[in-house]
């Protein structure tokens, strides 16, 4: 199984992205479904994470300006991005995470965003 992202690009400080992750096939028993980030040089970190029940948890730096969704059936999450600023330039990744298995990653998209 892998996860395809797109929607990744260049844009401007203040302009919006909307970034999608799709499974090339089934995985079972999904715990959540999220996106990670990583600059260079900086360690991989958690943008946002939606669980099965539709609770979201977001990193304090994209609150209120990032917003995740996901439909578990089809194993695919979005993020949408608002407002975005120089900061947020990075390599995206989306992952699943479900029982008894390691959590499944993506390869990455870039986004980057200029003042």
């Known amino acids: 199984v892998q996860l395809v992202e797109s929607g990744g690009g260049l844009v401007q400080a203040g302009g919006s992205l909307r970034l999608s992750c799709a499974a090339s096939g089934s995985i079972f028993s999904i715990n959540d479904m999220g996106w990670y980030r990583q600059a260079p040089g900086k360690e991989r970190e958690l943008v946002a994470r939606?669980?099965?029940?539709?609770?979201?948890n977001y990193a304090d730096s994209v609150k209120g300006r990032f917003t995740i969704s996901g439909d578990f059936g089809k194993i695919m999450v979005d993020l949408e991005m608002n407002s975005l600023k120089p900061e947020d330039t990075a390599v995206y990744y989306c992952?699943?995470?479900?029982?008894?298995?390691?959590?499944?990653w993506g390869q990455g998209t870039q986004v980057t965003v200029s003042s």
């Open positions: 992952r699943v995470t479900s029982a008894g298995t390691y959590p499944f």
């Open positions: 939606i669980t099965r029940r539709g609770t979201a």
